[in-house]
């Protein structure tokens, strides 16, 4: 999923770095410098939530999107549980890839 992705976003003009799940939210990778990061949250409870203000952490200046199979399709995107870990959208996985340019752009607007 995230090489597909990242193929979607450099498709559009973007500039994109993908980071392993694991240590992403460490400021090793430059996270000051993100405009956007996209992470996978399975739940708002326990690993979802935690995994969010670990990235929000590493990538205090960006803006983040959740991706999630459960809360994508129950949760709307600027739901009071998503807005409160600071997602700015939630986007159900599998998504398409318009669905996903979409927020991206409404998110962070167009690539420049």
């Known amino acids: 999923m995230r090489t597909l992705i990242c193929e979607w976003l450099l498709g559009e003009g973007y500039a994109v770095r993908a980071l392993p799940a694991q240590g992403l939210a460490t400021s090793s990778h430059g996270g000051s410098e993100a405009d956007l990061v996209i992470v996978d949250v399975p739940d708002l409870r326990g690993g979802g ?36 870990l600071g997602l700015r959208r939630l ?12 927020a991206v752009a409404d998110t962070i607007g167009a690539a420049h």
């Open 91 to 102: 986007v159900a996985k599998p998504c398409a890839r318009g669905e996903l340019l979409q």
């Open 49 to 84: 939530a935690d995994t969010v203000r670990a990235v929000r952490a590493g990538y205090p200046r960006a803006a983040l999107i959740g991706l999630s199979t459960r809360l994508g399709r129950s949760l709307h995107s600027d739901s009071n549980p998503a807005r409160a």
